[in-house]
């Protein structure tokens, strides 16, 4: 199956998950899995929050921030993937002046 995230209606989310600024996703989901192309605007975030039921795996296709993962900050860069496993918690954040890109896909357990 398919999935063209060039035909997606893009979400505008302020404030995602207590975050801050503007996150936009492009979102498919069915009982399985939920897929995600994301961009962080400049100084946004993705609010901290934790996994109970599920892991997430995020693959930076552009732009530069970084992330916190159970307290662990790291940067993140075009080409890295952040591994959250179930239990854990994490944030993404932009602190470039460019748009941060990525996929994300969110495994229903």
Known sequence: ?????????TQKLERFKGGEGVFEAKMYADKSIRLLHGRLKPGSSIGMHTHETNSEVIFVLSGTGYTVCD????RVAPGMCLYCPKGSSHTLVNDSDEDLVFYAAVPEL
Not at 1 to 9: A, G, L, R, V
Not at 71 to 74: Q, T, Y
């Open 71 to 74: 307290g662990v900050k790291e």
């Open 1 to 9: 199956m398919n999935i063209d995230f060039n035909k997606t209606e």
